[in-house]
Every structure is written in structure tokens, then in C-alpha cells.
């Protein structure tokens, strides 16, 4: 059995990292990246350190709006799809690369998985969710992380196909973290374990208005403890573009970095006092490793952390920032539930998959 799998993200690296060793146990994988993330320390660098296979093509589609990335994977993954000729196309989460990948299989006739189906925000806006949304409903095989996700898809009629498997992140968690908790983590800002706030930020929401980008300055200055930032690129790139780049390095204990690697990332987070993103894969990492997590958002994906005392939602409102960072007391380590399974998600999807056909 082959199975192509399509990844193309910083978040779609981690996840593929324990998936396709499992998957690789059973089946034959062509892996295809599409270069949605090509930037060095948001794509070689998951590769390298994470160790995922050399992907088998890549389709170099760089930079552009999400309907010129769309345009040129399609485009370029259906001849690979005509000669590689796969039993399944696998995509992962909820991304331009995702929507790809699913709808050039969906075309060709082509059977689709979809690892960390279900997920809803009910913004219909948000690109991330036209992708999860359209992908699903191509989708053949989905495998579910949470018991929200199952109801999400039921409630749009998704009942066959569904398996319900737990998380691949935290199969992920689970495996690096040992490694991670050997690098330097904190020091490497002059920072102690526990005091300093881990954020990051990259949604469409946030970066793409001057109004968003200034409010998301005005919230990184009023967290008044020391916070790393390590800096996406498409971040970044808004804040020049805005005028507010230089402003940022002036806000008192604000460490600008530059993005870094999974294992730095998680060493990082393991020791912050409190995390401050809009990132779904961060949100999850926040629980996984009992650290309080403040969401730049109205709403999340994964309500579980919300429910559970774990997440805030804040919007982008510097009140309400400081108001859960002030407050930002998990319950302890042993009370968190399994929301996310047992660290066996890839397992269960290889097994899934092969006994599929
Ligand atoms: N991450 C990383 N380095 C960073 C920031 C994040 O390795 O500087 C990792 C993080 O641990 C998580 C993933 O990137 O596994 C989340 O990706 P992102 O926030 O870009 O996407 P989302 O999860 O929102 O789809």
C-alpha cells in the first residue's frame, strides 16, 4: 500500500514527525512538501531536528496569496499524484497546504486522510477554517483527535470514516519533550525557569491590519513581566511593513527572537511561567505540559482547555491579557484529563489506514 502524504507548515512538520515513523512501519510513503513554509527555521530545520525523512518532491510553490499557493500545488501535485499513482493522499490540520493536497486528490479520485479532522471555530472568515471544513468533507478516512471533533463532523453529517485516535501533537509532546528538556532553554535570554512569559503570533487576524498589528504591540507591552517572543517570519514581515517593528525593541523585557527550532521551542515552554499565542498547536502544548495559556482570540478549537480551567480567551485586549496572566493558576499536573489520548495517535492511524483498504 502506498500512501502520499502532502505537508508544507511549521505545525504539519511536528505532527508528521511521529506519524510517519509509524506510518513507515506498515505502508510505503512518498512524502511531498510544498513549500508553503520555506524559510530555513520554519522548514529545513523541523526536518533536520525532528527527523523526518528527505521529502520524496517538493513542489517550491513559496510565497503568494493562499489562492496562488492553492493554485500552484494543485497544479503541481496532480502529475505526481498520475505518476506516484497512491492507494491515499494524507494531509494534515487545517492549512492552504491541507486544502491542497485534498482537493488534487479528491480530483483525481484519489481516497483522503485527514489527520485532526473535526476541528471548528465557527468563524467562517478565518482561512484556517474554510480549509478544515472543505477538507473534511472530501475526506474518506478522518482521524479525530477529541470527543468535541467527533460531534463537529456528526453535526455536518460526518459519521462514516471517523476514528477517533487522540492527538498527534501529543504523540509528538511525548517523544521530543525528553530531548527538549536537555536544551538551554531560558538561559539563553538570561532568563530563570519560571520567570518569563513564552509568546507567539502568526493568524491572518492579527497580523493583517495596522489596527490589529498595533494592538497586538500594546498587548506585548502591557504583560509588564519578561516575556520571549520568538517572531514568526509572516509576523515580522506585517510589523516592517506597519512601521512597528523598531517600536517592539523598545518595550522593557520584551526578548524579539527569531523563531526556533521545535526542540528550543518546547524547552522554552516547559520552563515559562505562562504562555501568551494565537497558535492552536501552542494552545494544546500549553496543556500538554500544564503551563497556563492565555489565547489571543474570541474563540478556540480546542475548548477543552478552556472548559477545563487551563486556556483564556482574551482577544487581542491588554486588560484582559493582564487580568489571566494574573490569575493563570492551572490545576495541577495530575488533574489534567486526557483530552488528547495516550500518545498513541500515529499508531492508531498506520493501523487505521492499512486496515482501510
Ligand atoms: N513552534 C516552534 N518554534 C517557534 C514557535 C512555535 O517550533 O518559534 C512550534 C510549536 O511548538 C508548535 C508549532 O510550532 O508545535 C505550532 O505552529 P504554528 O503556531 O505556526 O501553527 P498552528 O499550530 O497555529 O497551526
Redesign the pocket.
Known amino acids: 500500500m502506498k500512501v502520499l502524504s502532502v505537508i508544507g507548515?511549521?505545525?504539519q512538520f511536528?505532527k508528521a514527525a511521529p506519524l510517519t515513523r509509524a506510518l513507515r512501519r506498515h505502508v510505503e510513503e512518498v512524502l511531498v512538501h510544498t513549500g508553503q513554509h520555506y524559510d530555513p527555521e520554519l522548514a529545513d530545520l523541523?526536518f533536520d531536528e525532528l527527523d523526518i525523512p528527505a521529502p520524496d518532491h517538493t513542489l517550491e510553490i513559496g510565497p503568494g496569496t493562499p489562492n496562488a499557493q492553492l493554485a500552484l500545488i494543485l497544479q503541481r501535485l496532480e502529475p505526481l499524484l498520475v505518476d506516484e499513482r497512491p492507494d491515499i493522499v494524507l494531509v494534515y490540520?487545517?492549512?492552504t497546504t491541507t486544502l491542497g493536497g485534498a482537493l488534487a486528490a479528491a480530483k483525481r479520485d484519489i481516497p483522503v486522510a485527514h489527520v485532526e479532522a473535526g476541528l471548528r471555530s465557527f468563524v467562517q472568515s478565518m482561512p484556517?477554517e474554510q480549509n478544515r471544513v472543505v477538507t473534511d468533507h472530501l475526506s474518506q478516512l478522518l482521524f479525530v483527535p477529541t470527543d468535541v471533533a467527533v460531534a463537529n463532523l456528526a453535526r455536518e453529517g460526518i459519521t462514516d470514516g471517523v476514528h477517533k485516535v487522540g492527538d498527534v501533537?501529543y504523540d509528538?509532546a511525548r517523544l521530543f519533550a525528553p530531548v527538549a528538556a536537555r536544551r538551554e532553554g531560558p538561559a539563553a535570554f538570561g532568563l530563570a525557569p519560571g520567570g518569563y512569559v513564552l509568546a507567539?503570533v502568526?493568524?491572518a487576524a492579527a497580523t493583517d491590519t495596522r489596527e490589529a498589528l498595533a494592538s497586538l504591540v500594546e498587548v506585548l507591552g502591557s504583560i509588564g513581566e519578561p516575556t520571549v517572543f520568538?517572531v514568526?517570519p509572516r509576523t515580522r514581515h506585517k510589523l516592517e511593513q506597519a512601521g512597528l517593528w523598531d517600536r517592539l525593541q523598545t518595550i522593557p523585557g520584551l526578548h524579539v527572537a527569531p523563531?526556533?527550532?521545535?526542540l528550543?521551542?518546547?524547552a522554552l515552554?516547559l520552563a515559562a511561567r505562562a504562555v501568551v499565542?494565537?497558535?492552536?498547536?501552542?494552545q494544546k502544548?500549553a496543556y500538554f505540559h500544564g503551563v497556563p495559556c492565555v489565547t489571543l482570540r474570541n474563540e478556540t478549537e480546542w475548548v477543552e482547555t478552556v472548559q477545563g480551567g487551563f486556556n483564556r480567551l482574551t482577544g487581542m485586549d491588554p486588560l484582559r491579557v493582564a487580568a489571566a496572566l494574573a490569575d493563570g493558576t492551572p490545576p495541577a499536573d495530575a488533574d489534567r484529563p486526557d483530552y488528547y489520548g495516550d500518545g498513541h495517535a500515529s499508531d492508531r492511524i498506520a493501523e487505521a489506514v492499512v486496515a482501510w483498504r
Open positions: 507548515n511549521r505545525p511536528v523541523f490540520g487545517d492549512t484556517e501533537m509528538a507567539t502568526h493568524r520568538p514568526h523563531p526556533v527550532g521545535y528550543d521551542f518546547t515552554l499565542t494565537d497558535s492552536g498547536g501552542v502544548e
